[in-house]
């Protein structure tokens, strides 16, 4: 059904690590998201793009950085990782339903920071 | 965006009926409610959508009075494998805003 990817799906790395996380979508959605989620804890909003060269920031600060290039692409970046940053982020893709429009999620990446 | 509030956490027993409510005083006329479920580490799964009335799929039911200031998702017969995260939303509509934002949502407790 939903043909969105997340890469990588699991990522440890040390501290300071420029690190980037793909996301990527065959469905030729225009609004895709970025959410970050503790375990058991709730989802929070970090970017959004309407479409190419579009990216605003959400609900919740975050130190990332978003690119929209190509519709199909919306990147994630951390310049320099710290422990604060180890969470799971996830991509998400808006598509028309219906009456209204619904989200479809990849499957996630989780990062941890040592 | 309209506010959802929703009850923290749920317990149920398998092969129970279970209803969860969502209050939304201040939904817009032309806003939606979309109910989303997530299991631990995975993204949310879009359940089920409605306008007003009824609305029932092969998931769920979703049952929206006249008023529309409240929706109620059932779940039918539940099982171990419905324990995860319900996610009331309200708003999406085609003309509406793109900031899709989440609530704590309502945790539901299946016990054998």
């Known amino acids: 059904e939903a043909d969105i990817y997340q890469t990588p799906r699991y990522l440890v790395i040390g501290t300071g690590k420029k690190i980037t996380l793909e996301c990527s979508q065959t469905?030729?959605?225009?609004?895709m998201y970025w959410y970050q989620q503790d375990p058991g804890m709730e989802l929070h909003l970090i970017h959004y793009?309407?479409?190419?060269?579009?990216?605003e920031k959400g609900d919740l600060s975050s130190e990332s950085t978003v690119s929209r290039i190509r519709t199909e692409h919306f990147p994630l970046t951390l310049e320099s990782a710290r422990p604060s940053h180890t969470s799971q982020y996830l991509c998400?893709?808006?598509?028309?339903?219906?009456?209204?429009?619904?989200?479809?999620f990849g499957a996630g990446s989780r990062l941890t920071v040592l | 965006l309209a506010k959802t509030t929703q009850p923290i956490s749920m317990d149920s027993y398998e092969g129970q009926e279970v209803n969860i409510t969502c209050s939304h005083n201040?939904?817009?006329?032309?806003?939606?409610i979309t109910w989303y479920q997530q299991f631990p580490s995975q993204g949310p799964r879009f359940i089920i959508q409605?306008?007003?009335t009824k609305v029932t799929n092969e998931v769920a039911s979703l049952f929206i009075p006249a008023d529309r200031k409240s929706s109620t998702l059932s779940l039918p017969r539940v099982s171990l494998s419905d324990t995860a995260v319900y996610y009331c939303?309200?708003?999406?509509?085609?003309?509406?805003?793109?900031?899709?934002?989440f609530g704590a949502g309502t945790r539901l407790f299946v016990k054998a």
């Open positions: 998400a893709t808006r598509r028309a339903f219906s009456g209204a429009n619904v989200l479809t």
């Open positions: 469905m030729g959605h225009d609004k």
């Open positions: 793009s309407y479409g190419v060269n579009s990216t």
């Open positions: 201040n939904i817009a006329t032309n806003d939606y």
């Open positions: 409605g306008y007003k």
């Open positions: 939303l309200v708003g999406e509509g085609n003309t509406g805003g793109f900031k899709t934002i």
